[in-house]
């Protein structure tokens, strides 16, 4: 699997705005899930956003709803993660991966939530937010 690069991280202060970029060569038109997560000093890595790239359905952590939207641009292999209203809590480094979705009878194909539902990641890039 080819491994997910991630961009935009930075430092900003609370309230602000940042735009991570994911570029993977698997390309978005397959069907794919990528998903955004992070994880905090201390604490374990989570899922903030997923996106499944055949038809655009999208997931969000409660914590991130109305402030986070994942999107993707099929032709560059890329999906972004735009981060409204940011907060301290919000630091993190932030992580990029990919994995197949699943299927069942009741779902149909549908994308995994957790973090070791998904095979290959990025190497993160780190969000820095003050207060």
């Known amino acids: 699997q080819v491994q997910p690069v991630e961009s935009g991280g930075g430092s900003v202060q609370a309230g602000g705005s940042l735009i991570l970029s994911c570029t993977a060569a698997v390309t978005t038109s397959s069907r794919y899930c990528m998903g955004w997560f992070r994880q905090a000093p201390g604490k374990e890595r989570e899922g903030v956003a997923i996106?499944?790239?055949?038809?655009?359905?999208?997931y969000y952590a409660d914590s991130v709803k109305g402030r986070f939207t994942i999107s993707q641009d099929n032709k560059k292999d890329t999906v972004y993660l735009r981060m409204n209203s940011l907060k301290p809590e919000d630091a993190a480094l932030y992580y990029c991966a990919h994995d197949r979705p699943r299927w069942d009878a009741t779902k149909g194909w549908h994308c995994p939530r957790r973090p070791d539902e998904f095979g290959t990641w990025g190497q993160g890039t780190q969000v820095t937010v003050s207060s």
């Open positions: 996106i499944y790239t055949i038809d655009g359905t999208e």
